[in-house]
């Protein structure tokens, strides 16, 4: 992603548990002017505590606005199990990585353009 | 409903009131040199119409469930959202992705648009160059970079999916 220059700020998290406890603002995590929601969530399946599908159906369930948040899965499973369980889930858009780094970066610069550029993310109406 | 086996490309749906928009898109579409067939509808019952596959619509040869949907919000009949939500309970339309195509920037419409399960939201323009780099957009993400979701068969009872 910093080599085809997003111009977005990117927050990684290895496990899917950092993950939700940003999101939910926990104790770490809750000022909100240095841990800002996101605009958009990357989430690969393979994470250690929590699946990118628990993580998902997590943010799905929330009543507050924060459900709203696209998320794109990006992972190596091409499986059609897993691709059925993301969009049930409400993935938003499915990648599956590609197997070299120039293709991967061709990518992601499609990628930043459509979502960080054209598409219109709605308002979390959280604070 | 029999499924007809081809190896052409999917089929793009466009649910369009406005004769101008359309007309501008399937231009841009034809002009940047996209395969997929674009199948253009009207309004809401048009559309559902299409995917009840009713009278002669349930030739899916010829009417072939699409691959995605360029839905617009503000459709006489029945509304875009409306249409929407009518889908994603259905089993064979609930993962077909539904990129929301409108000059509706009101963010209640957008918010109801997602909490009702479009994939993505965008804003149409009414410059024909903009519409040609969006339509471009369009196409190499949905058609080249997106995973769809196998393609489940219509049911009348049994069901099963089918991989193209």
């Known amino acids: 992603l910093e080599k085809t220059e997003v111009g977005a700020r990117i927050t990684w998290f290895c496990s899917g548990d950092n993950a939700v406890a940003y999101l939910d603002g926990h104790a770490f995590f809750d000022n909100r002017n240095n841990y800002p929601f996101p605009a958009l969530l990357i989430l690969d399946i393979k994470l250690s505590r929590r699946s990118g599908f628990e993580v998902l159906s997590w943010l799905r369930s929330r009543k507050d606005g924060l459900q709203r948040i696209p998320v794109v899965m990006l992972t190596s499973s091409r499986h059609s199990v897993d ?20 293709q991967l970066t061709k990518m992601l610069a499609t990628f930043d353009q459509y979502w960080m550029s054209y598409n219109e993310h709605p308002s979390l109406g959280v604070s | ?36 067939p674009i199948r253009h509808l009207r309004d809401g019952e048009e559309a559902l119409a299409y995917f009840e ?112």
Do not use: C
Not at chain 2, 4 to 21: K, R, Y
């Open chain 1, 83 to 102: 691709v059925n369980r993301a969009y049930d889930l409400g993935a938003n858009s499915y990648l599956t990585k590609p197997d070299t780094n120039e």
């Open chain 2, 1 to 36: 409903v029999k499924m007809v086996e081809s190896a052409q490309p999917g089929t793009i749906l466009l649910v369009e009131d406005d004769t101008a928009d359309a007309s501008l898109l399937i231009r841009a579409f034809k002009k940047s040199g996209v395969a997929n």
């Open chain 2, 53 to 164: 596959g009713i009278g002669e619509l349930a030739d899916r040869g010829k009417n072939p469930l699409p691959i995605l949907i360029l839905l617009d919000l503000k459709l006489p009949r029945m509304s875009g959202l409306e249409l929407l939500q009518w889908m994603r309970p259905r089993r064979h339309l609930r993962r077909l992705p539904v990129v929301i195509l409108t000059s509706e920037r009101d963010p209640t419409y957008m918010e109801a648009a997602y909490d009702l399960g479009a994939n993505s939201y965008l804003i149409k323009s009414p410059k024909e160059e903009d519409v040609l780099g969006l339509v471009e957009l369009i196409q190499k993400y949905w058609i080249g970079l997106n995973e769809p979701a196998p393609i489940v068969l219509e049911s009348r009872g049994s069901s099963g999916s089918l991989h193209l």
